[in-house]
């Protein structure tokens, strides 16, 4: 649930968008992948169901989802107003006792006779054909307008009520990760240390994770984001750690490459080296100004004058974090995205495929001040600068 002010700060954002778009209302599409635009304005999301957030032009807010996930909205949700919609139900699951309406009558309670011609539409992307096909039939001859890239740009620049949540995420994110290091040694399953990872997490307050934990030995990594398996750890091989915990809907993250073992042969310890030099290279870019495309040509190059390990780049090194993990504006090869102050990102340097390391990976998050940046993680900032002392 999010508090009262903010809430009230963000719905009227959006309520200006109608505005300039001469919209009376939009649907805020979401489901349980694309969580981020519904839980902006909620700080909730369904399990099992899908659904989407009426907004009008005169604030007025409501859940239009279905019947198993309703009683958990009017505790949880900010918003309470509710609304159950077929498509946004279980499909062929019937409910005998709730109340079930249609997008038609929502919109009649809303406006009464008035016939909108258009509506705002967020996620258009990512509707299924199902709910488009139910708001054209229902609504009539009505054309659905794409707000999308407007409405999700107002969770680039984060208020310091998020920055408090990203902080305390990466707090959790920091112990979790602590457990997960002592307890890597040869013999334990991968699934086992990923475990040891997300019941810290749980118990020191994350409502969910921003990914599902990723530990994954030897020629596993190159998976680029593997889940964990039943693969016992070897002693000196490589393994690759990344855990991201969600609190109050916020994700923080952490990777890290290591040895089984502790004992880093010379190619190890020179690969990853490597690896940790590219992480400070791009933390000295982290700035007001700075431009996707100019940091990624620039650690790009690096890989390539150390010996042609370009080849192994898949990601860029720096996105940005907010309700996902990773989200937009993510500054990779041709991105003209600019760092502004209150901006959340992580620093995420990798390669993948190498046919000896497989895939390696170093990652924590960063708050971008007037000056610079601040570490959210000061632990994983260290720890991942201390590969340079290998």
Sequence with gaps: MIEKKEFERRKQSVVDILGRNNLRAALIYYDEVNIGNGWYLSGWCPQFESGSILITDTGYAAILGGPESEPFAKMDSTIKETKNIPV?????EEYPYAEITNFKEVFSEAFGNQKLDKIGIVGMGSIPYGVYRRLVDELGDVELIDITEQYEELRIIKSDYEIGLIRRSFEICDEAFKDLLANLKEGVTEVYLAGIAEGKMRMLGANWFGFKSIVAAGERSNGVVPTATERRLKNKEMVLLGISPRYQGYAAAAGYTTVVGGKFEKEQKDYLKMIAEAYVMTREMLKPGMIGEDNYKKVKKFFEDKGGYGKYIVCPFVHTIGLHEAEAPFFGPNSEDVL?????????????????????????GFLITERGYEPFSPYMDKLIESLLDL
């Design 88 to 92: 946004f139900m279980v499909p062929d």
């Design 340 to 364: 502004k102050p209150n901006m959340t990102v992580c620093i995420d340097v990798s390669l993948w495929g190498h046919p000896t390391f497989h895939g390696v990976r170093v990652e924590t």
